[in-house]
């Protein structure tokens, strides 16, 4: 496994690499909030509000850092970094996932935090944005281990989470055992099970039923409308998919399911390709069995960069943030991104690939799925009413789907990307309830 660490930095090469470029005045830096920052100052000019709006969205309204200290299987203490960032709850309580990862940093939480506050406004569900992160590689840990500082964090972090605050779900690097831990360190704080302080959690223990393949069902049924809108009819479409974790690995299933060709899959250890499809389903075995998808006996090796430049119909980027840059983006050859990672595309990427007519679903259009049903999931917990998978799946989908037409409606009527519009009508409605509920004091 020589090549983790070339793949897993690919994306921050690329950030410190345009960093290099910017310092010599060639090209403006992008990094996760750089790039974060410029879709809403787009949005903001689009809009014409004023300075002081702008400023607002711009800013979070709540940071907290915070000292995890561990005490290792061996006995030895070592001691990481946590973050709760609550970028806005003019709409609601804050919501958004938690990170582990290596190079999570505050400005990474800043960023994911803000397109957390556009997702949910652009699809009506009543919070508003936050994220949380340990620089930490969970990899490197033993599950006693992820659990003491999981436990950990959520206690330091507590005076800010609750049900009616901010409420947790998984990312990178989590998973609803996480979302157990936490659930049950903010219950035995508070002596009564909270089952509404977190979204993602095991179905046994109040989750909702297809919460775990929300964000891919999502991104799946928002590929086939972007497919058709394109011309493009699914069942001849061929799929490339970066990232085989929790949103990556069901979009190929579920893709593959709808008569999708994916052709090659990658996860940060590297890519594999098989011109007539891969077997998705024996591929999930393997990476089980190895833990990586390179080494699958159904499809040859490919380098994970290339898996970008592919020549297929829709590429998936289900990883991490800007893979997609002014660096390669000149290269993709797909004709529709469909993004299931929150921020895989540099702003100098979308520009170059609208001015190549490929069709760009922004984030937070494209991946809402897993909020959409971390919200069904917190209404069932607060009604202790829980609804049946097919009630959830069709919710979702009309979610979805009416927010796809209503983003399309806006791009098209008005000529603007689908991020800018998304962006847009996200600013929108945020900027709406500051309005509305008026400046305290
Ligand atoms: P995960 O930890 O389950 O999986 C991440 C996958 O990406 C793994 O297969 C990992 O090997 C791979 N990966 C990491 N770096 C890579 C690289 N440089 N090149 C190729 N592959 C790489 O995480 P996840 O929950 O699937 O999240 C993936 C993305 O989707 C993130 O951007 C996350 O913020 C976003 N997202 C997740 C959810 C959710 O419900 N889990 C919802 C919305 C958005």
């Known amino acids: 496994m020589s090549t983790v660490i070339d793949n897993a930095v690919a994306p921050h090469a690329a950030h410190a690499a345009s960093l290099r470029q910017a310092q010599d005045g060639a090209a403006p830096v992008s990094t996760p909030l750089a790039d974060a920052r410029s879709q809403l100052a787009e949005a903001i000019g689009l809009l014409g509000f004023s300075?002081?709006?702008h400023q607002m969205l711009a800013t979070p309204r709540r940071?907290?850092?915070?000292a995890v200290p561990l005490r290792r299987d061996s006995g030895e203490?070592?001691?990481?970094?946590?973050y709760r960032v609550q970028h806005n709850f003019s709409r609601g309580p804050a919501k958004g996932?938690?990170?582990?990862a290596p190079n999570v940093d505050i400005d990474e939480v800043r960023a994911l935090a803000m397109w957390m506050t556009w997702k949910c406004a652009l699809l009506d569900v009543p919070y508003g944005g936050a994220k949380g992160g340990i620089a930490i590689d969970p990899r490197e840990h033993s599950k006693a281990e992820l659990e003491r500082v999981t436990r950990r964090y959520t206690s330091e972090i507590l005076p800010?989470?609750?049900p009616e605050r901010d409420i947790p779900a998984p990312d990178i690097g989590t998973d609803e055992q996480t979302m157990a831990w936490i659930m049950d360190t903010y219950s035995v704080n508070s002596g009564y099970t909270v089952p509404g302080i977190v979204t993602g959690k095991p179905i046994a223990l109040g989750g909702s039923q297809g919460r775990a393949s929300a964000t891919s069902r999502g991104v799946t049924h928002i590929a086939l409308a972007a497919l058709r809108h394109a011309g493009i009819t699914p069942s001849q479409a061929t799929a490339a998919v970066q990232g085989f974790g929790k949103v990556g690995a069901d979009a190929a299933r579920f893709l593959t399911e709808s008569g999708?060709?994916?052709q090659a899959v990658s996860d940060q250890y590297g890519a594999v390709f098989n011109a007539a499809g891969l077997d998705i389903e024996a591929l999930?075995?393997?990476?089980?069995?190895?833990?990586?998808?390179?080494?699958f006996s159904g499809a040859e090796a490919l380098d994970g960069a290339a898996l970008l430049e592919l020549e297929v119909d829709l590429l998936v980027p289900a990883a991490v943030e800007g893979v997609l840059h002014e660096?390669?983006?000149a290269r993709v050859q797909a004709k529709v991104i469909v993004e299931g990672a929150n921020g895989p595309t540099t702003p100098a990427a979308d520009g170059i690939m609208r001015e190549r007519g490929i069709l760009v679903v922004p984030d937070i259009l494209a991946n809402a799925g897993g909020v959409i049903v971390s919200y069904f999931e917190w209404v069932q917990a607060n009604q202790a009413y829980w609804w049946r998978v097919d009630e959830v799946e069709a919710r979702l989908e009309e979610r979805m789907l009416s927010a796809w037409q209503h983003v399309l409606g806006y791009a098209t009527s008005r000529g603007l990307s689908l991020r800018t519009a998304a962006t847009a009508l996200a600013v929108e409605r945020v900027a709406e309830a500051h309005k509305l509920r008026g400046l305290y004091p």
């Open 77 to 82: 203490t070592v001691l990481f970094t946590g």
């Open 63 to 66: 940071e907290l850092t915070v």
């Open 284 to 295: 999930a075995a393997h990476v089980r069995e190895t833990g990586a998808v390179i080494g």
């Open 260 to 262: 999708v060709t994916v």
């Open 160 to 162: 800010i989470i609750g």
């Open 327 to 329: 660096g390669n983006a």
């Open 97 to 100: 996932g938690l990170r582990y």
């Open 51 to 53: 300075e002081g709006t």
